[in-house]
């Protein structure tokens, strides 16, 4: 005890301006970092930090030095520097580890924050000439340095900055420990041995390098923080969304992946989503930007206001996507449809969403695979958006009926070379029949695809993601030189063929090849006569105000084709299409049969009446009884098509006379 007594007023004696340092660097450790903590916390990170200072690196260096220097002999100037240099750096690595788990901050906050400390330190230790001047100095370069460093030291300890995690930046402060800390034994070792004129001269020197030294410090890491500090702020201001108060998806990234987290603890389920709002385009067209800002800017906030748990971003234009509650998710989007739905100025807006729940986060995964999973159900949230029901609700959910469509969506654009090339895609004709003889007048073609893995796809299967993809000219264009195949295959067995109607889409006027070059040349090449082919286009591909349709309509004529109008009645302007058009045949929409109603069949007849007077000749789809096949032979339809004489069949049964 007397021992310890003794030894501690000695240790005291000799070291106070260490002790005072080690009060200063508690207290000012535990004010920036714990300052709104218990009393009883700060008194033990106080103690804590006091343990770690420099203080203790200074008895552990004191203690090794003296042994390594009794135990080896050491000799010589330069052996005696760099012995004594080791000893006082090698401590502060376990002493900054310590400090680092006390104040809870990254290596390179701890070791910047601890560096302070110990450059004021150590450099007092190379100016001062008395014990009572070291101490003056060692408070107040410290404080200089608190106070100069005070803003970074707030920013490293408290801001998401790459200071934080950066190695590089945690070099930098551990080199300049290491040659202040190096320069402060210069005088003892080199200089105090002697009091002669060179040494007093090169005393001065020696502090003049350590002033120097200092000054490069505080600029260099001055200069640092600031050039980084200025960028990261401007990346922050750039990471809220700048026309609405939702969030940008950098930051629905970071965040999202802790209440994914913290879900998975307490057993929240969340779901990740992704909106469009329908006619917003007409607001910014008609009314200008600043109304479509002003209506995204409400949208925004009555999403917000839905999901005050969750995280609302936006992307792009009127797309917000983020993270909810599962379970509110539902009724939230649609009070937030009806709200936005009140915002409509024109055209009613109307809010959908697409909803993927979020799996909640393994154990083992860490961020950056939370941040992918939610970067690939967003993807999968704006693919719901893709299959939105026709019901009042603004909300689909991406659920297994989903998955599979979208798996085969995808399978479809991946594979249409292939699926041309290896016969997924084959033709299958149905039979249009000459309604007075009841004899086949010609075929339609229709395209299926027989898939090694899905099986039979329709074309609803295949159709639509290929016209999105303005690919499917290449099952049109299939189409053709199946057809083509089977003429020869028929010519050759001596027999006749008949005439097939193909259907071709917009997309395919659109889609930068030269369709009427390639139908062309698939004629001439296998030698279809022209009129075994007729094409066919949809009344929908009609809309649309472009002068590509009139003009295919009558390059069609040009090469010599008969031009049919499919599904004539199922759009909004059918009379219209008729008045500027020229269509050899129309093909009736089967939805009128489908009905066969006294409404549907004064229309029907009326069609065909009107058409059989402007010298067009007509087709009744979906024929599916005798009786509608009796009232088309009444009223003068040319020719019918519908399950009551075939469905659409593989070419070997049919196709000749
Ligand atoms: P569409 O051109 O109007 O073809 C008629 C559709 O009605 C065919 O459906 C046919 O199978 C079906 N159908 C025929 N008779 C009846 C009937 O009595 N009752 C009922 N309920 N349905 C009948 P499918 O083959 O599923 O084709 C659907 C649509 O896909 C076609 O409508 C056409 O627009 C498009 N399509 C089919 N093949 C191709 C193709 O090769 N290229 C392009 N661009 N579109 C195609
Ligand atoms: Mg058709
Ligand atoms: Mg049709």
Not at 482 to 509: C, K, M, W
Request: aromatic share 12%; proline share 3%; glycine share 6%.
């Amino acid at each position: 005890m007397q021992v310890a007594v003794h030894w501690l007023r000695e240790y005291l004696m000799r070291n106070y301006t260490d002790v005072v340092q080690g009060i200063i660097f508690a207290t000012f450790t535990t004010w920036l970092v714990f300052r709104g903590c218990r009393p009883r916390v700060r008194v033990r990170k106080w103690i804590l930090a006091f343990l770690t200072s420099y203080n203790t690196a200074q008895i552990i260096s004191g203690i090794t030095y003296l042994y390594v220097i009794g135990r080896f002999s050491v000799k010589g100037t330069l052996m005696d520097f760099l012995t004594a240099t080791v000893c006082l750096l090698y401590p502060l690595i376990p002493l900054i580890l310590l400090y680092q788990k006390v104040i809870g901050a990254e290596g390179p906050a701890a070791t910047f924050l601890y560096a302070l400390f110990f450059i004021s330190n150590c450099l007092s230790m190379v100016i001062a000439e008395t014990a009572l001047q070291r101490m003056l100095l060692t408070v107040g370069l410290s404080l200089l340095l608190i106070c100069f460093f005070w803003k970074e030291a707030e920013y490293i300890l408290f801001q998401k900055s790459m200071l934080r995690m950066d190695r590089r930046f945690q070099m930098t402060s551990l080199a300049f420990m290491a040659l202040i800390g190096a320069e402060a034994e210069l005088p003892r070792i080199v200089i105090d041995g002697g009091t002669d004129f060179a040494g007093a001269q090169l005393a001065y020197a020696v502090s003049i390098v350590g002033v120097l030294l200092l000054a490069l410090f505080m600029t260099f890491m001055k200069f640092n923080f600031f050039a980084i500090m200025k960028y990261e702020n401007f990346i922050r201001e750039h990471d809220d969304d700048s026309i609405t108060n939702a969030r940008s998806l950098s930051y629905l990234l970071e965040h999202g992946r802790d209440l994914i987290k913290n879900g998975a603890d307490t057993g929240k389920s969340f779901a990740v989503f992704y909106t469009d709002i329908g006619n917003f385009r007409d607001i910014n067209m008609m009314h200008g930007y600043d109304a479509g800002n002003r209506i995204l800017q409400r949208a925004a906030d009555a999403l917000i206001a839905q999901f005050p748990d969750g995280i609302v971003a936006r992307t792009s234009g009127a797309h917000f996507t983020g993270i909810v509650p599962l379970a509110y998710a539902q009724n939230g989007f649609d009070a937030a449809a009806r709200e936005i739905e009140e915002l409509s100025i024109d055209e009613t807006l109307c809010l959908r969403a697409g909803i993927c729940p979020a799996f909640p986060a393994a154990k083992e995964e860490n961020d950056f695979g939370i941040s992918e999973r939610i970067v690939s159900q967003i993807d999968l949230a704006a693919s719901a958006l893709r299959y939105m029901p026709d019901s009042k609700s603004a909300v689909r959910f991406y659920d297994e009926d989903l998955r599979r469509k979208e798996e085969i969506r995808l399978h479809v654009l991946a594979n249409v070379d292939k699926a041309v090339s290896e016969k997924w895609l084959r033709v299958y004709y149905q039979p249009v029949v000459e309604v007075k003889t009841r004899r086949t007048a010609s075929y339609e073609a229709l395209s299926r695809w027989i898939d090694p893995v899905y099986g039979f796809l329709t074309p609803d299967r295949f159709i639509v993601p290929l016209e999105e993809a303005r690919m499917i000219y290449k099952v049109d264009l299939n189409v053709l030189r199946s057809y083509g195949r089977e003429v020869q295959r028929i010519r050759s067995a001596g027999r006749r063929a008949l005439p097939i109607s193909f259907n071709i889409s917009r997309t395919d006027l659109e889609s930068g090849i030269d369709i009427y070059a390639e139908i062309e040349s698939i004629l001439s090449e296998m030698n279809i006569p022209k009129s075994l082919v007729h094409i066919e286009i949809t009344e929908s591909a009609l809309n649309g105000d472009s002068l590509i349709m009139p003009q295919a309509v009558s390059r069609f004529h040009e090469m010599g084709l008969e031009v049919w109008m499919d599904d004539f009645g199922s759009g909004y302007s059918s009379l219209n299409v008729l008045k500027d058009y020229r269509f050899d045949v129309i093909k009736i929409d089967m939805e009128f049969l489908k009905r066969f109603d006294g409404r549907s069949k004064v229309i029907v007849r009326s069609i065909c009446q009107m058409a059989s007077a402007l010298g067009i000749r007509t087709v009744a789809e979906g024929v599916e009884t005798e009786e509608q096949y009796t009232f088309l032979k009444e009223i003068g339809c040319t020719y019918a098509q519908g399950y009551l004489f075939s469905k659409p069949l593989p070419p070997e049964e049919i196709l000749t006379v």
